[in-house]
């Protein structure tokens, strides 16, 4: 691939200040926001809502460009909106073996470059993410059914912060060691013995980005940006039903490295019918050394125990529970936890699927709550949030797929339901399926064999549980067994309070105390949050922490003698 005859650009001049305050932040883990999350036309121009919208448009209907990319011929798109259209895009055509091939020819001089410059890459690419946020929002929202203000928040800033984080992370770790040191070691006679050495960050090489539907760059840009900074070429293989969004992602990414003199199949998107398989073959391929996974427990797992000559690292599914033993805040509670399980129509892999109350209820600022009195208020609860359609379908957005309904149908059919779904009918939208949340009443020891699976969607299940000590085993067996992203504990004990901390340690998950206010369990804050854990089956990464970068490069050294007095050169460098 040509490299363009102009000078190539500095990008790492011009957001060295943005690293460094990113670097900060995630040392010093308070707020950091670079970029403004909500659709403003004060932050963003008064031009850029119809402008993001007229792009999206206009990407319909035909086949996607992406100049100079390998492969021939087309994939025809199977995307559809879950607001009811097609998107009818076409994506180029590559094989797993031509993607690797382009890739690896690639790596070479993406590799020779400093973690200084490859940072700098990725911050330019990351700064006209933004700038194209509401083209990407309208692509999110059209392909994983989010409505357009969480589609514009979650697919665009919060996942751009998420992937500067990777940036931050992987820039940090690579830039720890000096570049190059003397090595000096006296000896009785003679000479000192004199080393100079060098220390290189070395990528693992090819990595592939397998991304889910629900999130596809939320999810995928840690993965994507962790790996190019730490010298990977990667190639990114959507889902088959939310390719759009990671197409422009890949557009954008490969005009930042041709300007910055790179070839661009340094990222490469590998689209796919949904019966290619393309995933399994490129994952197990002898030349990708990295594997990034958001999914399914099944094909997550399926790839840490078949992918062995790769890192992988993958985000999967597990059982979110939470643990209610009393409040003095039971409004507060009811109305954070109803909104927690309402948004996105509960398609998100931090809802809450399991909540455990005492059989003889709980204590409240108005009083003893039995379980069942619990059920009906939280049901009421969601009434009150989802009565207003408009709202409703703000709140809610789309169902993604068949196969939530199917669950939905599933739970329903349990004759078990304290809150029943019913359907909305969007404003904008008439042709979207849009459905409210499903509450059963569970009993702990009787239907175990129904809770402890993931019912991914709108359903949720009030358990009765012996006790809070009774609820705080089956919280710590579920995380051990099945896994979970997050786990939430209400109580005015401090002794209880104590005992779910040692619980979530115990058992490796992220705990939320008490939330009765303007953050949901479901929310993350990046630079302050970490969002899954290696300690439990639901994950074996963490967004964002040192390992989650370590294992896609290594250092090597090289050395030699030199003369005891005479000066290394440029020792003390950095790598």
């Known amino acids: 691939m040509p490299h363009p005859?102009?000078?190539?650009?500095?990008?790492?001049?011009?957001?060295?200040?943005?690293?460094?305050?990113?670097?900060?932040?995630?040392?010093?883990?308070?707020?950091?926001?670079p970029y403004v999350e909500m659709p403003s036309t004060s932050a963003y121009g008064e031009e850029a809502p119809p402008r993001g919208e007229a792009a999206f448009q206009a990407l319909l209907g035909r086949p996607f460009e992406l100049p100079g990319h390998p492969g021939d011929g087309l994939v025809r798109?199977?995307?559809?909106?879950?607001?009811?259209?097609?998107?009818?895009?076409?994506?180029?055509?590559?094989?797993?073996?031509?993607?690797?091939?382009?890739?690896?020819?690639?790596?070479?001089?993406?590799?020779?470059?400093?973690?200084d410059t490859r940072a700098g890459v990725a911050?330019?690419?990351?700064?006209?993410?933004?700038?194209?946020?509401?083209?990407?929002?309208?692509?999110?929202?059209h392909t994983t059914g989010q409505a357009f203000v969480m589609a514009f928040q979650a697919g665009g800033p919060h996942a751009q912060e998420r992937g500067l984080e990777a940036v931050a992370y992987a820039w940090r770790e690579q830039t720890r060691l000096p570049g190059t040191a003397r090595w000096v070691k006296p000896q009785r006679r003679g000479e000192p013995l004199a080393l100079e050495k060098t220390y290189t960050p070395v990528g693992r090489g090819v990595a592939v980005l397998i991304a889910c539907t629900t999130f596809p760059t939320w999810n995928g840009y840690p993965g994507l940006f962790a790996s190019l900074v730490t010298g990977n070429p990667v190639i990114v293989k959507p889902h088959p039903r939310a390719v759009l969004p990671l197409a422009i992602t890949v557009r954008v990414a490969r005009e930042v490295l041709a300007e910055a003199g790179f070839d661009p199949d340094v990222v490469l998107l590998a689209a796919e019918?949904?019966?290619?398989?393309?995933?399994?073959v490129l994952a197990t391929h002898p030349e990708v050394r990295v594997v990034d996974f958001t999914g399914s427990t099944r094909f997550g797992d399926w790839l840490e125990a078949n992918a062995r000559q790769a890192a992988v690292f993958t985000e999967k599914a597990g059982l979110n529970t939470v643990v209610v033993d009393s409040t003095d805040d039971y409004t507060g509670l009811l109305r954070n936890l109803s909104l927690s399980l309402a948004l996105y129509s509960g398609q998100m892999c931090t809802t809450p699927q399991n909540i455990l109350v005492p059989r003889e209820g709980l204590t409240t600022d108005q009083g003893l709550r039995t379980v069942d009195a619990f059920a009906a208020d939280l049901g009421a609860a969601l009434d009150r949030l989802l009565g207003d359609p408009r709202r409703a379908s703000a709140t809610l957005g789309a169902i993604v797929g068949d196969a939530v309904l199917k669950r939905l149908e599933e739970a329903a059919g349990l004759g078990r339901t304290a809150h029943p779904s019913s359907a909305v009918e969007h404003p904008e939208y008439p042709e979207a399926t849009v459905r409210t949340p499903l509450v059963a009443r569970l009993e702990a020891d009787a239907d175990e064999e129904t809770y402890t699976r993931e019912w991914f969607g709108p359903v949720s299940f009030v358990i009765a549980t012996d006790s809070t000590e009774h609820s705080l085993r089956i919280l710590s067996d579920a995380v051990r067994r099945h896994g979970a992203l997050t786990a939430v504990v209400h109580t005015t004990d401090e002794t209880v309070l104590a005992?779910?901390?040692?619980?979530?340690?115990?058992?490796?998950?992220?705990?939320?105390?008490?939330?009765?206010?303007?953050?949901?369990?479901?929310?993350?804050?990046?630079?302050?949050?970490?969002?899954?854990?290696?300690?439990?089956?639901?994950?074996?990464?963490?967004?964002?922490?040192?390992?989650?970068?370590?294992?896609?490069?290594?250092?090597l050294q090289s050395r030699r003698h030199v003369a005891a007095t005479a000066p290394a050169e440029g020792a003390g460098g950095g790598a």
């Open 273 to 280: 019918r949904p019966e290619d398989g393309t995933a399994t």
């Open 77 to 115: 798109g199977v995307e559809v909106s879950p607001y009811g259209f097609e998107l009818g895009v076409d994506y180029p055509r590559v094989t797993p073996e031509q993607a690797v091939s382009a890739a690896g020819a690639a790596a070479a001089a993406w590799r020779a470059a400093s973690p």
């Open 5 to 33: 005859t102009t000078a190539p650009t500095d990008f790492f001049a011009e957001h060295q200040e943005l690293l460094r305050r990113a670097t900060t932040a995630i040392e010093e883990r308070g707020h950091f926001s």
């Open 123 to 141: 911050a330019e690419i990351l700064s006209r993410l933004n700038a194209a946020s509401f083209e990407i929002a309208h692509a999110v929202q």
């Open 499 to 555: 005992a779910a901390r040692q619980t979530a340690l115990a058992a490796g998950v992220h705990l939320s105390e008490n939330l009765t206010g303007g953050v949901l369990v479901n929310q993350s804050a990046t630079f302050s949050d970490f969002h899954g854990s290696a300690a439990n089956p639901a994950a074996s990464a963490t967004l964002t922490d040192p390992a989650f970068v370590l294992g896609r490069f290594t250092v």
